[in-house]
């Protein structure tokens, strides 16, 4: 599989920029940029050092018009990113030049780059583990700086020597199983006690990476966290509190908000998908019939719920019926308006949602936000706050994490059920694929098609 041809594409964003990119890589890079380039100082560009920068001009060599002027920078196999001969053209960053840069270059026989043919090339040429490829795209679309570090300890291997460390216990029991198997009579049976160690030691790392799955892709996806209520209790100015910004419409009149107002915030670095909607009660007026049903949609596709009640006054049969909805779901009781006199029973809502927590807050003078937002991080990331160790951060990696244990599982229950170690084989294999498959040891074509297809081009 791998490349014979040279891809070209523009790297960098679509738009007006001072720098654009134009990217090419295959074993014709060198030659196809030697004959578009004209550096200033007159010397050839295939006898030029790699890991080197270098001024010059584009010229259309049909008609020598120049296209533009170009700092042209030179990777040689094996040290470049895709592990082949790399040239990257840093041009005034419009689409003008960009594009006629890149049709000469494919006018000269480089093909245009699929959407993210750069990175599997890298991974082809074992540049970078499959763990590793797949976070080039998320340290690009990390939303929060802690969404980053995620992601660039995924970049940097350190999720992939997890994996791997859980492989290598399995490997050599597979290997020692498998010859057993083929010559019986010559390698010598495995003690019991040796296979069991080893399996236990893969199961609790695969245990320990999957435990941090859900916070690493908070990090990775953000989290929805949804504002109910019934009407006028104060959601909007939550979420605009929440914001910083007065994103949603805040009046004294019930029935204010009628649509799903969703933002992007982050709390505790973590990306959140904040959102406002339309106050939960009967009601005959049919528009504001659709705003409560969009608001019952958004409760079954949330995170983490915060249930707003007005402090100010005596809970009513609205609040109790909200009670019941979010019973059972990750859910915040929030009491607003405390700036005001109490006159809700708030054990109330405590004795009916035993162990749900509750925060007092007034949105509109912002009290108890730093506790409410606090709450919401524990929520959602518990113990895996500030942690330093890698996460797992994609829902593929988490499921072949999954079949791993689930198959480690297996194994271990044929050992502990005193049955011949061969037994346990098969299962060990099927964990030793499915580690393999966050790392790339065992993938298919069509996996990694669908994986770099997710790519921008020029990636
Ligand atoms: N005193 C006080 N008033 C508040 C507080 N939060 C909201 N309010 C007032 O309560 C009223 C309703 O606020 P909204 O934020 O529009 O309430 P809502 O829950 O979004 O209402 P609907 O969209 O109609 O369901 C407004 O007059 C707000 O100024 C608070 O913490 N303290
Ligand atoms: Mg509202």
């Excluded at 082809?124 to 340290?139: P, S």
Aim: glycine letters at 8%; a negative charge; one cysteine or more.
């Amino acid at each position: 599989m791998l490349a014979a041809d040279t891809i070209a594409a523009i790297a960098t964003a679509p738009g007006e920029a001072a720098i654009g990119v134009i990217r090419v890589s295959g074993p014709a890079a060198l030659a196809i940029a030697a004959r578009l380039f004209h550096p200033a100082a007159p010397r050839s560009l295939e006898a030029l050092p790699s890991h080197t920068v270098h001024l010059g001009q584009i010229r259309d060599p049909e008609t020598g018009q120049p296209v533009d002027q170009v700092l042209l920078t030179l990777f040689r196999a094996p040290r470049s990113y895709t592990g082949e001969d790399v040239v990257e053209i840093s041009a005034h960053g419009g689409p003008v030049p960009l594009r006629r840069i890149l049709a000469l270059c494919l006018a000269q026989g480089a093909r245009l780059a699929e959407p993210g043919e750069f990175t599997c090339r890298a991974f082809l040429h074992g540049k970078l583990d499959l763990a590793q490829a797949e976070a080039v795209m998320d340290v690009v679309s990390a939303r929060t700086e802690r969404g980053l570090d995620v992601a660039l300890g995924q970049l940097e291997g350190r999720l992939s020597a997890l994996v791997r460390a859980a492989r290598d216990a399995v490997l050599p029991l597979v290997a020692h199983l498998e010859a057993t198997l083929d010559f019986p009579e010559e390698v010598p049976e495995m003690p019991r006690a040796a296979v069991a160690e080893r399996i236990a030691d893969a199961r609790a790392s695969v245990e320990r990476l999957l435990a941090g799955a859900q916070a690493g892709r908070l990090y990775r996806e953000g989290a929805r966290v949804v504002i109910v209520g019934r009407p006028n209790v104060g959601k909007s100015s939550l979420l605009n509190a929440l914001l910083r910004e007065e994103r949603a419409i805040v009046t004294a009149i019930p029935g204010t908000t009628r649509d799903v107002i969703e933002e992007g915030a982050n709390i505790h670095g973590v990306p959140l998908r904040a959102i406002d909607t339309a106050g939960i009660r009967q009601t005959d007026d049919p528009i504001e019939a659709i705003g409560v049903q969009r608001t019952l949609d958004q409760l079954a596709a949330a995170d983490l719920v915060l249930a707003v009640f007005d402090a100010s006054q005596a809970l009513e049969e609205d609040d109790r019926r909200l009670l019941e909805r979010v019973r059972g779901r990750r859910v915040l009781l929030v009491a607003n308006k405390c700036d005001l006199p109490r006159r809700a029973d708030l054990t109330l809502l405590t004795e009916s949602l035993p162990g749900v927590p509750l925060v007092c807050v007034s949105a509109r003078e912002g009290t108890g936000l730093p506790a409410l937002e606090e709450q919401v991080a524990e929520m959602l990331l518990g113990g895996w706050r500030g942690q330093e160790a890698p996460l797992v951060a994609s829902a593929r990696h988490q499921a072949a994490l999954t079949a791993a244990r689930a198959a480690l599982q297996q194994a271990a229950a044929t050992l502990d059920a005193g049955l011949p170690l061969e037994l346990a084989t098969t299962d060990l294999r099927a964990a030793l694929d499915a580690l393999g498959q966050v790392t790339g040891e065992s993938v298919s074509d069509a996996l990694l098609a669908d994986i770099f297809g997710r790519f921008c081009i020029g990636k």
